[in-house]
């Protein structure tokens, strides 16, 4: 840089930039490409997902989805010549592995316990998350920081600690493989985490507009819901996609708490391993189509979360 | 329209006390300034009547109803509030309505209130612009019309104005003003500006660590100070203040600095022998070489038609405003009148004014 050109003192220079640019495009092609091999895996035949050295290019199939969302038998070439011609793709790739289709699997009714719990116990923690996180921020409560850090504590430990107990809890109280109990469960676990996170940022909302809304007329729930929560949506957004986050991958209690009717997916992925050979292209499928949801959520409230994560970094 | 009537009103945040048994009335369509340095409890005054805050203890009457517990929702007070709060979620037009829908006024009635107020306040060419993007002028009129479009019984404003810049200031003060005389409603306006409670108020209540140490026309505050703060705090430059020790009977019009004999307002209570204080308005003061009072030039600052000189006496400086016609050396020798039925007396102890033919009323005067 020559002597007279204007430098700024906060802005990086072009070099820094550049060297920025490349070591968070090197991060993120790293960290992309266990997604990008799992993703690939669910279009392979099985013998090209095992095949050594592993395979780049090969020819895409369905064979992975057909058998993460079928249950198959395998039958006797007599049988197979028997039946009608296959109808759909699932049916014909079956075929070919001297296999029929028997019946839908469980992978279907296990992503939508999923979609429920998960997506049911983040309403249920920001709900609580921002009602309590609004009382601590505006009211005089009773030992608040007591209290607050009392909320704070029982994230202290890793939640599997107490699996055991609540494994016990659980069954005494019939909430064992329930829906209902998956929710209250993740809810406690999340809750903590969205009266913090919710509390600093209607801490931010300054108290005039609550107060111009009183004397405009309002009940203190009116201003609430029409002048607080639409301000507050920043911070309902970015909490809400770390509590569906969290509830979306838990693994530990699902595999301990539910295993029929209210199992959730994650640990419903893996028992596809044990179904007849190491079905990695199922796997795959089961995999990637979890990943869906949770994308989509977050690529659209990207530009929240972005400022959640942020949040705090700059204050004024 | 309305009387507002504080009755012994106290308030403490804990250990703080915040405002002292403050008692005062504003009459129906009457402008008061509640004028204080920050911190004095002025905008505690306004919060407790607005209903924002619970008084400690004391009354709030509204037109003689008694409204201490009534909620803010329930009183029909407009607030104006220091950093305007528009609700940044709603554009010009559903801010102004958003009190006439919490009323449950139907929508072609509201919109009509609104483009009326908006047009009152010229501000109809932005009526559906989000409020995010005004300047601070318009912002301060949308405030504005949010608070007028109920046609509330009184009008609160904390520091409405803090946040102009001066140019800007003085063109809503006067816009203010003017609006006041259109509407007539009760305004009750917090500043810590002198100047802005002098243009605009009709009376003014000086407050000082949650004490209201005066309360009269702006007149009153500037030409008979009840207090030593009240007379510090009013004007710019700030009223001389001669500290000397004597006793004076009742009747007496003068008092004795040092050498000279001061003429002063003819007295209305004895002082016994103790630390007093003169105070002279600096336009109260002029140079004359022959005066008895003998002082030394010190600087001279010069303001285009006057200029403010001070001059070492004894321990103080006294700055004289005088007219810019006559050039003052630093170090010149020169002499000082007072004018005698302008002065103000003030014990030193506690500050408050002596009663004079000029001081006659005490703090309520």
């Not at chain 1, 029982?154 to 016990?168: E, F, N, S």
């Not at chain 2, 924002?52 to 409204?67: Q, W």
């Amino acid at each position: 840089m020559s002597a007279n050109t204007a430098h700024s003192v906060v802005e990086p220079s072009a070099t820094t930039k550049r060297v920025a640019t490349v070591l968070v495009v090197l991060y993120a092609v790293i960290t992309m490409i266990p997604l990008a091999w799992i993703f690939s895996t669910s279009f392979k035949s099985p013998p090209d997902s095992i095949s050594y050295p592993p395979k780049i290019l090969f020819e895409p199939t369905l064979e992975g989805y057909c058998n993460l969302f079928t249950s198959r038998s395998r039958q006797t070439q007599e049988y197979l010549d028997s039946l009608p011609p296959p109808q759909g793709v699932c049916e014909e790739i079956a075929r070919e592995r001297q296999m029929v289709v028997v019946s839908p699997s469980k992978f279907w009714p296990r992503f939508l316990n999923s979609l429920v719990i998960a997506f049911g116990s983040t309403f249920l923690a920001v709900f609580l998350g921002v009602l309590s996180a609004y009382g601590f921020s505006r009211f005089k409560v009773p030992l608040a920081d007591d209290l607050l850090f009392f909320i704070l504590s029982t994230r202290m430990m890793p939640p599997i600690a107490v699996a055991i107990p609540i494994y016990l809890m659980y069954r005494e109280l019939g909430l064992t493989d329930t829906a209902l109990g998956m929710i209250l469960l993740y809810t406690a676990v999340n809750v903590s985490l969205a009266v913090w996170l919710l509390k600093g940022f209607i801490d931010e909302i300054p108290r005039e507009y609550e107060e111009a809304a009183l004397i405009d007329g309002y009940t203190r729930m009116q201003a609430f819901f029409k002048v607080v929560l639409p301000q507050a949506t920043t911070g309902i957004a970015a909490t809400a996609i770390f509590c569906l986050i969290f509830a979306w991958n838990e693994y530990a209690f699902a595999v301990l708490l539910t295993s029929g009717s209210a199992q959730t997916a994650p640990p419903f992925i893996p028992t596809i391993i044990g179904e007849g050979g190491l079905d990695w292209p199922a796997v795959g499928a089961g995999t990637t189509i979890f990943l869906v949801p949770i994308l989509v959520f977050t690529v659209l409230l990207r530009r929240h979360l972005l400022r959640g994560i942020t949040f705090g970094a700059v204050r004024k | 329209m309305a009387e507002i009537r504080v009755e012994n009103v106290r308030k403490a945040f804990g250990e703080f006390v915040a405002v002292q048994d403050s008692t005062f009335t504003v009459a129906d369509g009457e402008f008061l300034a509640l004028l204080g340095p920050s911190g004095c409890g002025k905008t505690t005054t306004l919060r407790m009547i607005a209903g924002l805050e619970l008084p400690t203890s004391g009354k709030i009457l509204l037109d003689g109803e008694d409204v201490t517990f009534n909620r803010a929702r329930d009183r029909d007070i407009a607030f104006v509030f220091q950093l305007f709060a528009l609700y940044p979620h709603m554009n010009v037009r559903r801010n102004i309505g958003f009190p006439l829908v919490a009323q449950g006024v139907p929508r072609a009635e509201i919109r009509t209130r609104v483009e009326e107020t908006a047009r009152l306040l010229q501000i109809d060419h932005i009526l559906d612009k989000p409020v995010s993007g005004l300047a601070g002028g318009d912002r301060q009129r949308v405030a504005l019309g949010r608070a007028i479009v109920r046609r509330p019984k009184c009008f609160l404003m904390d520091e409405p104005l803090g946040t102009l810049d001066t140019e800007f200031r003085d063109v809503m003060v006067r816009e203010l003003r003017e609006l006041h005389n259109r509407i007539r409603a009760t305004t009750i306006y917090v500043t810590h500006d002198q100047l802005e409670a002098m243009a605009m108020a009709d009376r003014i209540a000086v407050m000082n660590h949650g004490v209201i140490e005066q309360f009269g026309t702006p007149q009153e505050i500037y030409s008979r100070p009840a207090s030593l703060f009240v007379a510090d705090f009013i004007g710019s430059p700030s009223m001389n203040f001669i500290d000397f020790s004597a006793g004076i009977a009742s009747g007496a019009q003068s008092v004795r600095i040092g050498e000279a004999e001061v003429g002063v307002p003819q007295l209305r209570e004895d002082v016994a022998p103790s630390g007093l204080v003169l105070g002279v308005r600096p336009e109260d003061v002029s140079i004359d070489d022959d005066a008895p009072l003998r002082g030394a030039v010190y600087e001279s600052e010069y303001l285009g038609t006057t200029q403010i000189v001070a001059v070492e006496f004894g321990a103080t400086l006294v700055k004289a405003r005088v007219p810019a016609t006559r050039s003052f050396r630093p170090g010149e020798p020169v002499g000082m009148r007072f004018d005698a039925a302008r002065l103000s007396l003030f014990r030193r102890d506690g500050g408050k004014a002596i009663r004079t033919a000029l001081h006659d009323g005490g703090a309520h005067g």
